[in-house]
Nanobody, 126 residues
Framework: EVQLLESGGESVQPGGSLKLSCTAS????????IGWYHQAPGDECELVST???????WYTDAVKGRFTISQDNDKNTVYLQMNSLKPEDTGVYYC????????????????????WGQGTQVTVSS
């Protein structure tokens, strides 16, 4: 069975850090893109960051300089290091994988991509 499994979401204070993980089972990322999406309460999924099979990364402006995406091929895992967290970073974070991850906004866990994780909750609050 193909699965993406996220972990690492927690409740933290503003200014804190978290590291999210997205581990694939049943397939290898290979040439696929992997993207992290953020769903704020009541909103669609918004693309936060991507990493391609060639290692090229992309970040939305709101997280540039604060978040870092990386990939460990030996562990078939993609990470999202989140620093200087803000209350507006609160929400569910999903990882998705497909040949190309390009949609800035999409339905969470919709049909646009082949693989989605179940999400991990991040809460930033004092």
């Amino acid at each position: 069975e193909v699965q993406l499994l996220e972990s690492g979401g927690e409740s933290v204070q503003p200014g804190g850090s978290l590291k999210l993980s997205c581990t694939a089972s049943g397939f290898t990322f290979g040439d696929h893109d992997i993207g992290w999406y953020h769903q704020a309460p009541g909103d669609e999924c918004e693309l936060v960051s991507t990493i391609g099979g060639d290692g090229i990364t992309w970040y939305t402006d709101a997280v540039k300089g604060r978040f870092t995406i990386s990939q460990d091929n030996d562990k078939n895992t993609v990470y999202l290091q989140m620093n200087s967290l803000k209350p507006e970073d609160t929400g569910v974070y999903y990882c998705a994988s497909d040949i190309h991850i390009v949609l800035r906004q999409t339905d969470c866990r919709g049909d646009e991509y082949s693989y989605w994780g179940q999400g991990t909750q991040v809460t930033v609050s004092s």
